[in-house]
């Protein structure tokens, strides 16, 4: 009888012990594996502050970043379905979508920090756009920064195909080195890019804000086949990075920490390039922000349409993912303001 007993005891703690290791397995299978494409920015560090604060993870996502040295790569991986979501500038994926491409926009993940550098000589001849008229001027093929000098010269009375060239490199160490040795007058980058140039010796003579105040920057995009019956999982994702924003706004020590690990960069300058006031790191989609975008790339010429853009922006995973989180934390101000946001903008 007391071997019976004893049999049976052990038969239950095997079989619990069992269960429970079958329910860690299952836990961790139930992680939805996603890969997402990033550039070597502080401007995309709520992807790193996700990944490394264990935010992608609590929400049930095993995230595989994927770094990119410029945004027309970036955007051939989405298309080619390569890639399950993506961040590469504004312009790039709005000239995919007015030829046709089946991404949409289903989040924001910064805004602004693209700046206008020259060598030190020159500096104090550059005040506006239209002073760089009859020069040559280094971009990034498909960036952000590249879109809004192009068009600030339009609005400036310069014809940017006959009045200067443009040179497109590769990504922003080549525009550094192109303006360092003299072979272009000035080169268009972005943040922590803006500081190296200072580190080389170069000087910042334009900010983005001043030629286009307010402007997106980075969308969060992915492609229709790739979003479709995937809802929970984009949901996760954007609820994901609305966290991270929160930690950003709460925590700038350890947000720093995250985002010079990433990008190999000093701290002090990780501070001063993310909290310089020249980059948001709104969460939003912000479709009014993507239309007026749009309109500028319109009059900019770089791209022609008819298409009506907000029709390629989705708000539903914010929306619904903003809502989880102020049911999960009702006296949050934070999540409070970003509602209010959400509303004026979309």
Same mark, same amino acid.
């Given at each position: 009888?007391?071997?019976?007993? #004893?049999?049976?005891?052990?038969? #239950?703690?095997?079989?619990?012990? #069992? %269960?429970?290791?079958?329910?860690?397995?299952?836990?961790?299978?139930?992680?939805?594996?996603?890969?997402?494409?990033?550039?070597? *920015?502080?401007?995309?560090?709520?992807?790193?502050?996700?990944?490394?604060?264990? @935010?992608?993870?609590?929400?049930?996502?095993?995230?595989?970043?994927?770094?990119?040295?410029?945004?027309?790569?970036?955007?051939?991986?989405?298309?080619?379905?390569?890639?399950?979501?993506?961040?590469?500038?504004?312009?790039?994926?709005?000239?995919?979508?007015?030829?046709?491409?089946?991404?949409?926009? #289903?989040?924001? $993940?910064?805004?602004?920090?693209?700046?206008?550098? !020259?060598?030190?000589?020159?500096?104090?001849?550059?005040?506006?756009?239209?002073? $760089?008229?009859?020069?040559?001027?280094?971009? @990034?093929?498909?960036?952000?920064?590249?879109?809004?000098?192009?068009?600030?010269?339009?609005?400036?009375?310069?014809?940017?195909?006959?009045?200067? !060239?443009?040179?497109?490199?590769?990504?922003?160490?080549?525009? @550094?080195?192109?303006?360092?040795?003299?072979?272009?007058?000035?080169?268009?980058?972005?943040?922590?890019?803006?500081?190296?140039?200072?580190?080389?010796?170069?000087?910042?003579? %334009?900010? *983005?804000?001043?030629?286009?105040?307010?402007?997106?920057?980075?969308?969060?995009?992915?492609?229709?086949?790739?979003?479709?019956?995937?809802?929970?999982?984009?949901?996760?994702?954007?609820?994901?990075?609305?966290?991270?924003?929160? $930690?950003?706004?709460?925590?700038?020590?350890?947000?720093?920490?995250? @985002?010079?690990?990433?990008?190999?960069?000093?701290?002090?300058?990780?501070?001063?390039?993310?909290?310089?006031?020249?980059? !948001?790191?709104?969460?939003?989609?912000?479709?009014?922000?993507?239309?007026?975008?749009?309109?500028?790339?319109?009059?900019?010429?770089?791209?022609? *349409?008819?298409?009506?853009? *907000?029709?390629?922006?989705?708000?539903?995973?914010?929306?619904?993912?903003?809502?989880?989180?102020?049911?999960?934390?009702?006296?949050?101000?934070?999540?409070?303001?970003?509602?209010?946001?959400?509303?004026?903008?979309?």
């Amino acid at each position: 009888m007391i071997q019976t007993q #004893i049999a049976n005891k052990l038969h #239950i703690r095997i079989a619990t012990a #069992i %269960l429970f290791a079958f329910a860690c397995v299952t836990s961790a299978v139930a992680a939805d594996k996603i890969s997402i494409g990033y550039l070597s *920015s502080t401007g995309q560090g709520k992807f790193f502050i996700a990944k490394d604060a264990g @935010i992608f993870k609590k929400n049930g996502l095993d995230v595989e970043l994927v770094e990119f040295s410029n945004s027309g790569d970036g955007i051939a991986a989405v298309r080619a379905g390569k890639l399950d979501a993506g961040a590469f500038g504004s312009l790039a994926p709005l000239i995919h979508v007015s030829q046709g491409a089946d991404i949409r926009v #289903i989040g924001g $993940l910064m805004g602004g920090d693209q700046a206008v550098i !020259t060598r030190k000589e020159n500096a104090g001849s550059v005040k506006k756009l239209s002073d $760089l008229k009859g020069k040559k001027i280094a971009t @990034i093929r498909l960036g952000t920064a590249d879109a809004i000098v192009r068009g600030g010269l339009k609005k400036e009375g310069i014809d940017w195909r006959k009045d200067v !060239t443009i040179v497109e490199l590769k990504n922003p160490p080549a525009v @550094i080195e192109a303006v360092k040795n003299g072979s272009v007058y000035a080169g268009v980058t972005w943040g922590p890019h803006d500081l190296r140039a200072e580190e080389a010796g170069l000087s910042v003579v %334009l900010r *983005s804000k001043d030629i286009n105040p307010g402007h997106i920057c980075c969308r969060l995009i992915a492609s229709l086949r790739k979003l479709e019956g995937r809802d929970d999982i984009y949901k996760r994702l954007v609820k994901s990075l609305i966290e991270a924003e929160e $930690l950003v706004a709460n925590d700038h020590q350890k947000s720093v920490e995250i @985002i010079a690990k990433w990008i190999k960069l000093d701290t002090a300058l990780v501070n001063k390039a993310f909290y310089s006031g020249y980059v !948001t790191q709104d969460t939003d989609p912000n479709v009014k922000g993507v239309e007026f975008f749009w309109d500028f790339l319109k009059d900019a010429e770089f791209i022609k *349409s008819d298409k009506k853009v *907000s029709q390629y922006v989705l708000t539903n995973y914010y929306r619904d993912a903003l809502a989880e989180l102020r049911k999960q934390n009702p006296k949050s101000e934070f999540y409070a303001q970003a509602e209010k946001i959400f509303r004026s903008r979309n």
